[in-house]
Antibody, heavy 118, light 111 residues
Framework: QVQLQESGPGLLKPSETLSLTCTVSGYSISRIYHWGWIRQPPGKGLEWIGSINHGGSTYYNPSLKSRITLSMDTSKNQFSLKMTSVTAADTAFYFC???????????WGQGTLVTVSS | QSALTQPRSVSGSPGQSVSISCTGTSSDVGGYNYVSWYQQHPGKAPKLMIY???KRPSWVPDRFSGSKSDTTASLTISGLQAEDEADYYCCSYAGTYTFAVFGGGTKLTVL
């Protein structure tokens, strides 16, 4: 059974860098799939942030591309998100996900709330 | 504003059928057979219900079905049950640059 679990700070100040890690169990991230991040501001809809595939190629939401970096550590079976210069608009639940190249997401982490506030 | 357009809400009585539409463009929904649908209950992570327009994962009952015509995709739920009450989101592949775009979500109320 594939399981994903997000971890990282839940509270940030404006202009700080958001760093989240997703630990995957039950499947090796070095096998064929994309691994990504999706966020959801409280009470609002879903937004795809970016994905990284098993070969390390990255795909970023054009509206966030200048601030985000995805990476993976196959030795730990983890992948990570870094988002610089956060503002209150980045306050959201952040989900890590698995999906194929055709952009559907079959396994999701439980989500972690990141709040940006001074 | 979301890339894909969904109705804000739909409703139906137990046993009835409802459909939720998802309208995009030729750059996303209309350009690829890669539309997916997600169900989200309050406080939970979204759950994949339909992928590649019409396919159902093993955990989804056959009451759920998907279709697409031109730039509009649809999710149909037949034999509505109380547990189907949730928010539903569509998503489409949109090419190697944009990759994935979501709809704004539809709240399904079972009357």
């Amino acid at each position: 059974q594939v399981q994903l679990q997000e971890s990282g700070p839940g509270l940030l100040k404006p202009s700080e860098t958001l760093s989240l890690t997703c630990t995957v169990s039950g499947y090796s991230i070095s096998r064929i799939y994309h691994w990504g991040w999706i966020r959801q501001p409280p009470g609002k809809g879903l937004e795809w942030i970016g994905s990284i595939n098993h070969g390390g190629s990255t795909y970023y939401n054009p509206s966030l591309k200048s601030r985000i970096t995805l990476s993976m550590d196959t030795s730990k079976n983890q992948f990570s998100l870094k988002m610089t210069s956060v503002t209150a608009a980045d306050t959201a639940f952040y989900f890590c996900v698995r999906g194929p190249a055709s952009a559907y997401f079959d396994f999701w982490g439980q989500g972690t709330l990141v709040t940006v506030s001074s | 504003q979301s890339a894909l357009t969904q109705p804000r809400s739909v409703s139906g009585s137990p046993g009835q059928s409802v459909s939720i539409s998802c309208t995009g463009t030729s750059s996303d929904v209309g350009g690829y057979n890669y539309v997916s649908w997600y169900q989200q209950h309050p406080g939970k992570a979204p759950k994949l219900m339909i992928y590649d327009v019409t396919k159902r994962p093993s955990w989804v009952p056959d009451r759920f079905s998907g279709s697409k015509s031109d730039t509009t995709a649809s999710l149909t739920i037949s034999g509505l049950q109380a547990e189907d009450e949730a928010d539903y989101y569509c998503c489409s592949y949109a090419g190697t640059y944009t990759f994935a775009v979501f709809g704004g979500g539809t709240k399904l109320t079972v009357l």
